[in-house]
Every structure is written in structure tokens, then in C-alpha cells.
């Protein structure tokens, strides 16, 4: 019964590759976001998401491409990887788009680009 | 932009001891302002939230904040340090996107929470 959950936990990639994660929540949220964690721990959005339509873009490189085939998902791909993107990356939703009742993290994905 | 400042990347406690968690706020419109907690390669988990109502909130594992508007602050404290509470705390402030109907959470730097046996 997970409330948002993502997958893969782990991935590990070469340079110049090009790989997704994935992002499902099952709160009935209307509004998903993808947060990136840096080596230094600090977080900043990358997206938000609002029954499937973007909200925030955040200054992302284009290599960047969410997706939200329903209000539940919300994937995030990414091209040409490179070794600056390696970090953690959370994707998070909330019911209202103020986060009056929070925001709900999931665990994760650590990804590292060699 | 609304902003969060948190005073302190590292604070070391003993067991047993009061932990105060410094937090500042910027923001040109009540905020609703917020405490995660994160423990090692585990996601954020909210220990609370200040969201204009009363102005010490209670949260999850004992801890609690007091929403300070004259200091622009939302310090947290909790009475009596765990070593299971070792981990980083990070303070967090929602707004509104200009021009959208979205909105964001910006987060403080991040305080490392070290309790001593």
C-alpha cells in the first residue's frame, strides 16, 4: 500500500545513455512533481504536474522530459545522460496544488552516470 | 520567491537532550511552511506543517515547531533527543508559481542531525 512509489531504486548508466523512471501514486493526488537531490543533499523541482498537464518547469535541460499519461503517473526521461545528472530524484504529489496537506514523497532513485 | 535559511548544516546532541532545529523564512504572503525528515537512501518523510491555523504545531515522533511571524521563523524542537532521530531535517516553503496554477516547495540547505549515546 505504498503511497508514491518509483522504480528503479538504483540505476546505474553510461554516459550518452538514454533511461526512464517511473512514478505512481495512489493518494487520488491531482498534482505530481519531480524534485532532484544533488551530491550536497539539497533538493529543487524539476516539474509539477497537474491532472496531467504541466505546471513548472524549472529552468530543466531539454534532455529532461516528464510524461503523465494519467494523474496517477508521472515518468521522467531522460536523454544523453551525463555525469552532472547524477543524484537522487524524488517524485512527490499533493492533493491541492499548495500542499495544504502536504506533500507525499517517494523513496527515490539514486542515478549514477559513469 | 519565497525563501527558507536553515541556521546550522551540522548540530550534534546527546541522548537525552533538547533539539532545536533553527529555521528562517522569506516570504511576501502567509507561508505554509513545512519539516521533513530524511533518513539515509530513504525518501522525505513530513513530520509537520504550519498552515495558518495554530502557531505551534505538534508533530510525528515528538517533535514540534512554533510558526513565529515577528521572526520570520519556524524553529524545531523536540525535548528529548533519540539516537533513532539521526538523520537530515530539512525546512521547506510552499508558494504559489507566478503565472501558473501550480505551486512549489523550496527547500532550506538541510541541518545533519547527530544524537551522541
Known amino acids: 500500500d505504498t503511497a508514491v512509489s518509483q522504480t528503479p531504486k538504483y540505476l546505474v548508466t553510461q554516459m550518452g545513455n538514454d533511461k526512464s523512471i517511473k512514478c505512481e501514486q495512489n493518494?487520488?493526488?491531482?498534482?505530481m512533481y519531480w524534485y532532484k537531490q544533488d551530491s550536497k543533499k539539497f533538493l529543487k523541482i524539476m516539474f509539477s504536474y497537474n491532472n496531467k498537464e504541466l505546471i513548472i518547469n524549472e529552468t530543466v535541460p531539454n534532455r529532461f522530459s516528464p510524461k503523465s499519461p494519467d494523474k496517477a503517473h508521472l515518468n521522467l526521461h531522460i536523454n544523453s545522460l551525463e555525469l552532472g545528472d547524477s543524484a537522487v530524484y524524488f517524485c512527490?504529489?499533493?492533493?491541492?496544488?499548495?500542499?495544504?496537506?502536504?506533500?507525499?514523497f517517494g523513496s527515490g532513485t539514486r542515478l549514477t552516470v559513469v | 520567491a519565497q525563501s527558507v535559511t536553515q541556521l546550522g548544516s551540522h548540530v550534534s546532541v546527546s541522548e537525552g537532550a533538547l533539539v532545536l532545529l533553527r529555521c528562517n523564512y522569506s516570504?511576501?504572503?502567509?507561508?505554509?511552511l513545512f519539516w521533513y525528515v530524511q533518513y539515509p537512501n530513504q525518501g522525505l518523510q513530513l513530520l509537520l506543517k504550519?498552515?495558518?491555523?495554530?502557531?505551534l504545531v505538534k508533530g510525528i515522533n515528538g517533535f514540534e515547531a512554533e510558526f513565529k511571524k515577528s521572526e520570520t521563523s519556524f524553529h524545531l524542537t523536540k525535548p528529548s533527543a533519540h539516537m533513532s532521530d539521526a538523520a537530515e531535517y530539512f525546512c521547506a516553503v510552499s508558494e504559489w508559481v507566478a503565472g501558473t496554477s501550480g505551486s512549489r516547495l523550496t527547500f532550506g540547505e538541510g541541518t545533519q542531525l547527530t544524537v551522541n549515546p
Open positions: 512527490a504529489s499533493s492533493q491541492e496544488g499548495r500542499g495544504y496537506y502536504g506533500y507525499t
Open positions: 516570504s511576501s504572503v502567509p507561508p505554509y
Open positions: 493518494l487520488g493526488h491531482d498534482t
Open positions: 504550519y498552515t495558518s491555523a495554530a502557531t
